[in-house]
């Protein structure tokens, strides 16, 4: 049972890495998110994870942020091959701000088939199932630079910061 | 300490099974996340385990879907007996779209006094604590079949697919 | 690794822990969920754990109640210090509904730099990186009292309640 919850830990992270590396463009931590060969179904996408992560280099800059919220993750593994189904709400915002396109929450499940190789586990197969998506009301607002600590897409962002006090 | 973890994560996939069951209309999943002689307390239902899955199995089925997404899951283990507090937001859908008592979303916790019983946790009372109700905005979109990997409430759903692969 | 879940495992539940202090009013737990030199970065408030703390006690009875729920938690662990980050929706409600200052929803996530000392951990530094507010429809409803379970901002609240049947 031990080692399943390390398997279960382990599992947990790679959805929760693909989560940050969406969302602050860290195209690299998605991709390795996957195994080289495995397959990704989206809604408007399904292919490699190559493929996949291209068309998100192609996508997400277009918008101003997006944040993947995760709960649920329901892992049951069987050796080196584990399945794993993530409940979440994506929220993407963009200008401007009463664009429909941009501006969307989605309620989503990720029902992925997990695979260990080499000591390592990574997405083989994934199905982004989509519940629903909804409009953001245009009372939106995002927080003014200065207002306090804000959110970056690139390596600025503080959960990027220098966390050994000097 | 250990032993701890193990029980904290038994309990937790207690309560995500819980959500799987409501959400698929796997009712068989949902009772057997209760003891036979457990008690749930719901807004709309006070009774026992076998009268609560009674009452799931009129209600749900008149809606279109149903997502219990959770987050916060606190656990707190003594012996064979254990409190637990779950967070979550409960998101209904139903035809006419436009009918708010089939279309809201509600923030709600769960508290849970959870047994173990011949080595099984299961809960023996629940409280559903409903904290506020919303309706969904009309321009709320579901996915168009064929779009997409598209969620099902039987076991067409993605999640149990085979995931061996042949 | 087992020693590193344990590790994950507490600090999860300091923030577990840091939620429900808020949401209940219960400002000893907030406080017991930092070292007492800690720093905290939030929007409107900049300084260490007991005037945080205090700017709390003073915001927070103005509404009605609050609901920080949170989804993602990636710890990393290096020894006795650690970075984590949650993701989470805070829900916040107060007389009249329709003061949107008093009734929004914000998303939010918690950038911790935590620390064990003495063999606890707690969080030594927090930036709380907001990422939208939204305010909340005018239709949203709280439960009535008595409707079924309902939430309080004090020890009557379900949480609390005795967990050992007499």
């Known amino acids: 049972m ?3 919850l390390v ?3 382990e599992i947990a992270e790679v959805v929760l890495r693909y989560c940050r590396g969406v969302d602050r463009l860290d ?4 991709r390795s998110c996957y195994h080289d060969d495995a397959i990704d179904h989206h809604t408007g996408f399904d292919g490699d994870a190559d493929g996949y992560v291209a068309w998100l280099t192609t996508l ?3 918008l101003s942020g ?3 919220l995760i709960g649920n993750l329901l892992v049951e593994v069987d050796g080196d091959l584990a399945r794993s189904e993530t409940y979440g709400t994506a929220h993407h915002w963009g200008n401007p701000l009463t664009d429909p396109s941009m501006n969307f929450t989605s309620g989503f499940r990720y029902v992925d088939t997990m695979e260990r190789r ?3 586990w990574r997405i083989a197969e994934r199905w982004a199932v989509r519940e629903w998506t909804r409009s953001i009301p245009a009372d939106t607002v995002r ?5 306090g600590p804000s959110p970056q897409r690139d390596r600025s962002d ?7 006090q000097p």
């Open 66 to 68: 997006t944040m993947h």
């Open 27 to 30: 195209f690299e931590l998605v």
């Open 60 to 62: 997400l800059p277009r």
């Open 158 to 164: 503080p959960v990027y910061r220098a966390w050994r």
């Open 143 to 147: 927080p003014k630079e200065g207002e």
């Open 7 to 9: 398997d279960k830990q």
């Open 2 to 4: 031990d080692a399943r």
């Open 118 to 120: 080499d000591g390592v």
